[in-house]
């Protein structure tokens, strides 16, 4: 008998969500056949069975697991002595708080009605503060004292529960998805980043043109060609001249670590959530090379087939807000560990000024966020330059790759 445990599968993964059993409890299983479909933060994995024998389900479907937890029995089952050793741990687990609010209970709280009353309304636990009075007496004085920051927290906390019970059923609480909890913890580790942003905008006039006049050719060998790859081949060049910007930030040795290849993150709109897939080695893939693997990993991405290794290892990540279908610009979140995000938005038709004549161009507005610790705004200013150098004459970005 062997334990299948929810294993470590890298990337930071802590917990995932069991999507789906393919086997049914007391089914002999082959060693290496898929058992089991795990949702994670990133992408759903497949466990397969580490040897043949027959099967005992342990978690259930549609239940969170963190690493390490129990997943399944492969064998004859769990013997007496693990089962017996489990059950002690259980019945342990279950009379420990018990005796431990026993003990509390015997513990004398010396303070005053008003200033439990105090306690109360600033949502603040008794039990824990340290009385200066006679005895241990706790007195008004301590409780306001105590009154730090976590302690408004917890009474908004306790204030927000209050009215929420009283709104009853016109609140609905719903579950985050694997993805959605992934979502909100990368974007609390962005925000530790002391950010700046960069906004400028380029003429995309000539590229437009050279959009038009290709994407027929590769749509005959079913490659769809947008704006994309080229804006990913200009950052690349971008990012060899300034090359502080495909890094990352070494907090503990304040170190920046410079990256000397090219794997460019793209933000992709998933049923489940925004995904970044990954682009890797860009600047070797020509135009035709990117925009087919560009649909690959997108149409993987939102039929939720994407695997770790296509979301991970990114050196710089680029987010197409244009494709939404609006906004003008925006401060794009810089996905961390790395030092910038680019954001490319809309094209739209407005008037630029060119040897003193007025004339209508097609204009790309984009917006540079960058980490400040690494990179100042001189260098954001040169960054957005050069990618308008590149982009507003396509002929020096390097196609071929």
């Known amino acids: 008998m062997k334990e299948l445990r929810f294993v470590d599968v890298g990337e930071g993964i802590t917990e995932g969500h069991i999507k789906k059993w393919l086997v049914k409890d007391g089914d002999m299983v082959k060693e290496d056949q898929t058992i089991l479909q795990i949702e994670t933060d990133k992408a759903v994995v497949d466990m397969p069975a580490p040897l043949t024998g027959k099967i005992k389900i342990a978690a259930q479907e549609n239940t969170t697991v963190k690493v390490g937890d129990l997943l399944a029995y492969i064998g004859e089952g769990p013997s007496e002595g693990a089962g017996a050793q489990q059950a002690g741990k259980a019945a342990a687990e279950q009379t420990a708080p018990k ?6 209970a015997t513990e ?3 303070a005053t009605p008003a200033v439990r009353k105090l306690a109360r309304d600033l949502g603040m636990d008794i039990k824990g503060l340290h009385g200066t009075g006679p005895h241990g007496r706790i007195l008004e004085n301590d409780v306001r004292t105590a009154s730090g920051p976590a302690q408004k927290k917890a009474a908004i906390q306790k204030f927000s529960e209050l009215k929420e019970e009283q709104h009853g059923e016109e609140i609905t609480r719903v579950p985050m998805s694997q993805t959605r909890k992934a979502i909100a913890r990368n974007m609390e ?6 950010r700046a942003v960069h906004m400028d905008k380029l003429n995309a006039t000539k590229l437009f043109g050279i959009v038009q006049r290709e994407k027929a050719k590769l749509a005959e ?7 994309l790859p080229f804006i990913i081949k200009a950052t690349v060049d971008a990012l060899k001249e ?13 170190e920046i670590i410079v990256k000397r290849y090219y794997n460019i993150g793209i933000a992709v709109e998933a049923p489940d959530g925004l995904k970044v897939v990954v682009m890797k080695n860009a600047d070797k ?3 035709a090379e990117i925009a087919a693997e560009l649909g690959r990993l997108g149409e993987k991405a ?5 695997t770790l290794d296509e979301m991970s290892d990114s050196t710089f990540t680029i987010t197409n807000i244009g494709s939404l279908g609006g906004g003008y610009l925006s401060v794009p979140m810089i996905n961390y560990p790395e030092v910038a995000i680019l954001g490319i938005h809309s094209i739209r038709d407005e008037a630029v000024v060119e040897n003193n004549e007025i004339k209508a161009a097609k204009v790309l507005p984009f917006s540079l966020a960058f980490d400040h610790r690494v990179v100042d705004g001189a260098e954001a200013v040169a960054f957005g330059n050069a990618l308008i150098k590149y982009l507003e004459d396509p002929d020096l970005l390097e196609i071929v790759g």
């Open 242 to 254: 300034f090359p502080h910007f495909n890094a990352s930030y070494d907090h503990e040795k304040l």
């Open 285 to 287: 893939k020509g135009i």
């Open 189 to 194: 580790l962005s925000w530790t980043i002391p």
């Open 99 to 104: 005796a431990q609010e026993a003990h509390a």
């Open 302 to 306: 939102r039929n939720l087939t994407i």
């Open 221 to 227: 060998l079913g490659i769809k060609l947008t704006f």
């Open 108 to 110: 004398e709280i010396l």
